[in-house]
């Protein structure tokens, strides 16, 4: 559970920490990392990070999704007064933050998303390199959880899934024994 101990300085310096370790991520993701890594509550973060944006210390910047970066003075900000976080709370964020830029990352590159349709979900997966489509399927899932587990489990199978396809696609051995 967060400590409520934290001052609204605070939460904002443990923003300030958690974007910089982060590099650039969603509000989403942010806040997804904020509250697993239990560094505050949904409803003080919307407020620190609503007066870092206000404050011109955190900026969107327009990518293929709106990112979360630090400005200059944002940077500035955390070098003079980034040792006023609860040593408890910087570990949390220096232990958090390897494993949470990798899932991003995958994130990114490996897009998974689910809605519903008449006849059950409509699950697209995706695999981008370099801002490029590598591949797309499309699946029918009964129920939502199976939707959901498609999506969860889609960074971990991708490149096994990518790599049978091209194997089983382009195996040219089969070919030669056939001819």
Request: aromatic share 6%; with cysteine.
């Amino acid at each position: 559970m967060p400590d409520s101990r934290s001052t609204e300085t605070e939460d904002k310096l443990i923003l300030l920490r958690m974007i910089d370790g982060l590099g650039g991520c969603t509000r989403e993701q942010l806040m997804r990392f904020a509250l697993e890594a239990d560094l505050m509550a949904q409803f003080r973060f919307l407020l620190a990070l609503g007066d870092l944006l206000e404050d011109g210390l955190v900026r969107e910047a327009e990518t293929e999704e709106r990112v979360m970066v630090l400005t200059p003075e944002g940077r500035e900000t955390l070098r003079l007064f980034g040792e006023k976080i609860r040593p408890s709370a910087a570990q949390r964020i220096s232990e958090n933050v390897p494993r949470w830029r990798t899932r991003f990352r995958d994130e990114r590159q490996l897009p998974a998303e689910w809605h519903e349709t008449e006849g059950g979900f409509a699950v697209t997966l995706r695999a981008l390199e370099g801002g490029e489509e590598l591949l797309r399927i499309g699946l029918r899932a009964e129920t939502r959880r199976q939707a959901q587990r498609f999506c969860e489990r889609w960074p971990q199978e991708a490149a096994e899934i990518y790599g049978t396809l091209i194997r089983r696609l382009s195996d040219s051995g089969k070919e030669e024994e056939e001819t």
